[in-house]
Nanobody, 127 residues
Framework: QVQLVESGGGSVQVGGSLKLSCKVSGLTSSRNCLAWFRQAPGKERERVAHIFTGPSGTTDYDESVKGRFTISQDNAETVSLQMNNLQPEDTGIYYC????????????????????WGQGTQVTVAS
């Protein structure tokens, strides 16, 4: 059973940085999509970034975070999200998510494919 546990959230001033970590356990394949989503108050959950853990290691970002956020797989058990130049609109609950991707990273791009979720960690950016 895959389990995801997020950590690293908190409060920061505009322009500040935070690094979120997701501890991953129970993966049975080397080909997975690992992603970060966020949900702001009153809004739908949206995909922020993903990484495909297969040979290509492809990453992708939402336009709103390109150039500011970086997703990485630090080791077999941890995927991180480095967030720089944080803005008030980045405020929300951040979730780590996973889905098996045995046929390649194309499944990573569709949010509804993700079937395993962490409990979330709060990020608050104060102006």
């Amino acid at each position: 059973q895959v389990q995801l546990v997020e950590s690293g959230g908190g409060s920061v001033q505009v322009g500040g940085s935070l690094k979120l970590s997701c501890k991953v356990s129970g993966l049975t394949s080397s080909r997975n999509c690992l992603a970060w989503f966020r949900q702001a108050p009153g809004k739908e959950r949206e995909r922020v970034a993903h990484i495909f853990t297969g040979p290509s290691g492809t990453t992708d970002y939402d336009e709103s975070v390109k150039g500011r956020f970086t997703i990485s797989q630090d080791n077999a058990e941890t995927v991180s999200l480095q967030m720089n130049n944080l803005q008030p609109e980045d405020t929300g609950i951040y979730y780590c998510a996973a889905v098996l991707a045995p046929w390649g990273g194309i499944v990573c791009y569709t949010s509804r494919n993700y079937n395993t979720w962490g409990q979330g960690t709060q990020v608050t950016v104060a102006s």
